[in-house]
């Protein structure tokens, strides 16, 4: 996850409400152009003025993650730059009023480009707008003092503004700092209660494999061959489960104590630990071993499931009175991808050449 606020989305800054305030914006920026055309040289320029600053606020308005996209952001500032060149229009060593409307429609547009995320820009947008209003002053024969106060009032309000989204981004990534934090823990707590509802399940599965062996021994009652071979078998199907976990499904270990009281030697091997599998790569295991275990009828078998990351799933290894028995089981390479031929008919042995 990024590191970056969009603080345009917390303030709403491309929504209805913005045009709301834009409209405003705009429609103030058009009554004091048109209320004041007699103050200026040219009409035609003072309403270029109130077109460059329109346009550039409305690019603002355009959705876009922050910071804003680098190339709107130059034509906002080559826009405001225009505005602030409409100085000239107001006659030289005159008190400019209203007419110099220009200077705080541009402030407040690079308010919005530094909400926006790009605060150095409207800096330099600003710096620009000082550069000019110098200019203008020097040409009517002040001082630069002059210029730099004509304009000082708009800086201000670019620097609480600064300050503002600066806080804001801060406070909005320490909330989201604590947010996720919040969600680590749910997180956490998750897994624990899952392994606790894991453990659980294992310790009833344990309590249905050993209780009838747990009351015959604590019974009175004498023990026969029988009970001993089912002793035997139940002893072995536990060392599976707790050798070889990832075996450890029903399928599996069913056949497994089939094959063993058969009189198979069966080794049940979890190279992968808790690393897991997919449904396919379960479902092609459960179907190939149960299968070949059911297949032997003697001898032995060693089944291993391999280290994740590995070409191969599992491995089945083993010898009978017709020969050796020899079984790679690939990783499925797509979910719904299992072999037909592994979903019936026998596990074929291979014999020793």
Known sequence: MSDRVD?????????WPAYVVFAVFTATNAFNTFATLDEVGSPAIAVLALACVTIAGLILLLPAPDPYPLRLTLLV???TTTAALTTWNI??????????WFWGASGLVLL???????IILAWTGFTVMVGVAVWWELAAG???????????????????????ALYLRG?????????????????????????????????????????PALRLLASDAALTDADREEFRLLEATLRDWLRADGLATEPILTAARDARSRGVDVTLLDDRGESGMDAAARALLDA?????????????????VLPSGRGMLATIRGETATGPVRVDIAAPTAPDRLDPSL???????KGST
Not at 7 to 15: F, G, Y
Not at 112 to 118: E, I, P, T
Not at 182 to 209: D, G, K, N, W
């Open 7 to 15: 603080v345009s989305a917390m303030l709403r800054l491309t929504e």
């Open 77 to 79: 500032l080559a826009l």
């Open 91 to 100: 006659p030289p060593g005159s008190t400019p009023g209203w007419s110099a």
């Open 112 to 118: 919005m480009v530094a909400l926006r995320g790009r």
């Open 142 to 164: 002040l001082s630069a003092l002059d210029g730099i106060m004509f304009v000082i009032r708009h800086g201000a309000m670019l620097l609480v503004g600064t300050f503002f």
């Open 171 to 211: 406070a909005a990534s320490q909330i989201r700092r604590l947010q996720e934090a919040e969600l680590m823990r749910s997180r956490e707590q998750e897994a624990a209660r899952a392994a606790m509802a894991e453990q659980r399940a294992r310790v009833e599965r344990l309590r249905t494999f050993t209780d």
């Open 288 to 304: 190939t071993v149960s299968r070949a275990l059911r297949a032997q009828r003697d001898g032995d078998v060693v089944v291993r």
């Open 343 to 349: 979903q019936s008919g026998p596990i074929e042995q």
